[in-house]
């Protein structure tokens, strides 16, 4: 097959089927956050069949948003091998047989691999695709272009909070299953959007060429020995290369390990695990919390869909706002505002012990979910950069995963134990205001690091005496083995000699 790169554009087109792009992520994207959140509905259910405690089925969206953030690199590795294409279509692919094998379940161990592992593999394979080629067609409109995508997220969680809880009083959790794996077989349809943004200059390109091929076929015929004989020592080397080297090298092609040097990045990279460590846990027990107070079942669906409403409206708003020229060079300040505000709502939720208090919190609590996701990925980009970014999604999201994983069921250990929601939130609220408090006196001592490394690089540039010196520097080692004794000649005659033996 001819390489991702043929015939690739010079630059983001910013516009045109970029736009189709952003519809085929906002679906794909959607799936990958608001599924596991959805499936919250069933918990109560699925917990009085198997008989089991609330840290063990939360567990199951635990496996699920760990394998899906966890298998980051496997789903950068394929994006860069195969393109976004293929890729999302066969995650689609993957969701669609792990949700209906989950149907047939007889145990939570069952669940734990079908929906935790497969369909969680399946969402992986939709994310960093979608994040990936978004970053692709946009440059200028990125911020935008992020948070139109990001909003499939509130939209698919407004829609699929009533909609399972209608499933599961007309099909069960089994016939509601089978039902949502056909439903996420759309994100093929999502994934067959993402034309690769090179496929136009490649065709042109192929058509020119052909014309001449006729002309140039004697040619060839006539040094096609010629070239063969010259090249097959050559391939054999570059073969015995391939073999020797190990698999560190191999992965390293693709994952850019470098980036562990990269200041930017592992101030993200700390924030941002340490944020997951509360992030998820109170919507997975929002809905089982109304439950466990005496609110019917689908008004406590409908706190998903008021959350996921003002979640739809904050994000592309917040794009908006992070692509504007007062906030955009400082973007890192406004992600640690959103967390340190996310962890706020949740230190607060223990007081609404009623459903006009659970409704408020919900509205704030989508405010400040939407106002992250939202720039969750674009301040990655701004610190690290397109030509990194693909090898960072991945490293970051394997980071995450561990405490994506032990997020929820640390909150339902702590129900489990004290047979009350509110050390959950206040958990989760102390977590995230640390976090949005460590990434805001980070940041604040990044920015002032890059100001003085780039006032020392202008300095130096500008002061004519820094160049002189280094050449005079220069000219005097020269000088000095030039004035040495006949040891030193000897020498350098050896090691001439060296060089004409090595290039013999």
């Given at each position: 097959p001819p390489p991702a790169n043929t015939g690739r554009a010079p630059g983001p087109p910013d516009g045109g089927w970029g736009w189709v792009v952003v519809v085929g992520a906002f679906i794909s994207i959607g799936f990958a956050y608001a599924f596991p959140k959805g499936l919250a509905i069933f918990f109560k259910e699925i917990q009085d069949f198997f008989d089991t405690s609330y840290s063990e089925i939360a567990l199951v969206s635990s496996i699920m948003l760990a394998t899906t953030y966890g298998a980051g690199p496997i789903s950068s590795i394929l994006v860069n091998r195969y393109g976004?294409?293929?890729?999302?279509?066969?995650?689609?692919?993957?969701?669609?047989?792990?949700?209906?094998s989950a149907a047939f379940c007889n145990s939570i161990l069952q669940l734990y691999i079908c929906v935790g592992f497969i369909t969680g593999l399946g969402l992986a394979l939709n994310l960093q695709p979608s994040v990936i080629i978004i970053g692709k067609y946009f440059?200028?409109?990125?911020?935008?272009?992020?948070?139109?995508?990001?909003?499939?997220?509130?939209?698919?969680?407004?829609?699929?909070?009533?909609?399972?809880?209608?499933?599961?009083?007309?099909?069960?959790?089994?016939?509601?299953?089978?039902?949502?794996?056909?439903?996420?077989?759309?994100?093929?349809?999502?994934?067959?959007?993402?034309?690769?943004?090179?496929a136009a200059t490649a065709s042109v390109k192929t058509k020119l060429t052909e014309k001449g091929k006729d002309a140039l076929k004697e040619e060839v015929t006539e040094d096609a020995m010629e070239?063969?004989?010259?090249?097959?020592?050559?391939?054999?080397?570059?073969?015995?290369?391939?073999?020797g080297k190990d698999c560190c090298e191999k992965i390293n092609q693709y994952l850019d390990f470098s980036l562990f040097k990269h200041r930017g990045f592992l101030i993200y990279l700390i924030g941002n695990v340490l944020m997951f460590l509360g992030f998820f846990a109170p919507?997975?027990?929002?809905?089982?919390?109304?439950?466990?107070?005496?609110?019917?079942?689908?008004?406590?669906?409908?706190?998903?869909?008021?959350?996921?409403?003002?979640?739809?409206?904050?994000?592309?708003?917040?794009?908006?706002?992070?692509?504007?020229?007062?906030?955009?060079?400082r973007i890192q300040y406004f992600f640690s505002f959103s967390i340190a505000f996310n962890g706020t709502c949740h230190l607060l939720c223990p007081l609404a012990s009623s459903y006009t208090g659970l409704v408020v919190y919900s509205v704030f609590f989508g405010l400040a979910f939407g106002m992250v996701c939202a720039m969750l990925f674009?301040?990655?980009?701004?610190?690290?950069?397109?030509?990194?970014?693909?090898?960072a999604v991945g490293l970051v999201t394997?980071?995450?995963?561990?405490?994506?994983?032990?997020?929820?069921?640390?909150?339902?250990?702590?129900?489990?134990?004290?047979?009350?929601?509110?050390?959950?939130?206040?958990?989760?609220g102390v977590v995230m205001v640390l976090a949005g408090t460590f990434l805001f006196i980070m940041n604040y001592y990044n920015y002032r690091t890059l100001a003085k490394e780039e006032k020392k690089r202008k300095a130096k540039e500008e002061d004519p005496k820094s160049v002189r010196t280094e050449n005079e520097g220069r000219n005097n080692w020269n000088k000095e083995t030039t004035q040495d004794g006949p040891e030193m000649e000897l020498l350098r005659e050896e090691q001439e000699l060296k060089k004409e033996m090595n290039g013999v």
């Open positions: 976004s294409r293929p890729v999302v279509m066969f995650g689609g692919l993957l969701c669609g047989i792990g949700m209906v440059l200028k409109r990125r911020p935008i272009a992020n948070g139109l995508a990001m909003a499939g997220s509130p939209v698919m969680l407004c829609t699929l909070a009533p909609l399972n809880q209608f499933l599961f009083d007309n099909f069960g959790w089994r016939g509601s299953f089978l039902i949502l794996g056909a439903i996420l077989l759309n994100c093929c349809v999502a994934g067959a959007l993402f034309r690769p943004i090179g070239i063969i004989s010259h090249t097959t020592i050559p391939t054999e080397n570059k073969m015995e290369e391939e073999e919507i997975v027990f929002l809905a089982p919390y109304a439950k466990h107070i005496g609110i019917d079942e689908y008004s406590a669906a409908f706190l998903l869909s008021i959350l996921a409403i003002v979640d739809m409206i904050a994000r592309p708003i917040t794009g908006i706002i992070a692509n504007s020229k007062w906030v955009r060079p674009e301040t990655l980009m701004d610190l690290v950069g397109p030509a990194w970014f693909t090898s394997i980071a995450e995963c561990c405490t994506i994983l032990l997020g929820p069921p640390i909150g339902g250990i702590l129900i489990d134990t004290f047979g009350d929601y509110k050390y959950m939130f206040i958990k989760c």
